[in-house]
């Protein structure tokens, strides 16, 4: 895993995917760097997929969604897919509302469903108390 980003949204790397997410304190400023910033890890990283997850977004307006389709446009064209995922009732709604569309933005209902349609699978745990056999 990587550290987090100097605009304060930490965007973490597990293996080919870069995660991060969006909070409601965003504003121009913040997103014009969080945007760049994560397009300069997608390359330097060579991510193949980005999982963006905004559970933690209460409401949206016209910027956040312009941002969440900017980004989902510039990381298409670095080669990587970008997911959002865990967008909650009330945000879907007012998006629909204004009449908002995200064209090209998939979307998850929470972050593991975001990383499986990136292909990224957690290996299975083995039960509490079972020992995983080692490779010979």
Do not use: C, Y
């Not at 299975?124 to 108390?129: F, H, L, R, T």
Request: glycine letters at 8%; hydrophobic letters at 45%.
């Amino acid at each position: 895993m990587s550290a987090q980003a100097s605009t304060g949204v930490p965007i973490l790397r597990l293996g080919d995917v870069l995660v991060t997410g969006l909070l409601n304190e965003l504003d121009d400023k913040t997103a014009m760097a969080f945007t760049e910033e994560l397009t300069e890890r997608i390359t330097a990283d060579g991510a193949r997929g980005v999982l963006i997850d905004i559970t933690r977004l209460e409401i949206i307006d016209s910027f956040v969604a312009r941002t969440l389709m900017e980004l989902t446009t510039v990381a298409r064209l670095l080669g990587a897919r970008v997911v959002v995922a865990g967008m909650r009732p009330p945000v879907a709604i007012t998006l629909v509302e204004l009449g908002l569309r995200l064209p090209g933005v998939e979307t998850a209902l929470n972050a593991e469903q975001g990383m499986a349609a990136l292909g990224w699978h957690q290996s299975p745990q083995p039960p509490e108390g079972v020992r995983r056999e080692e490779p010979r």
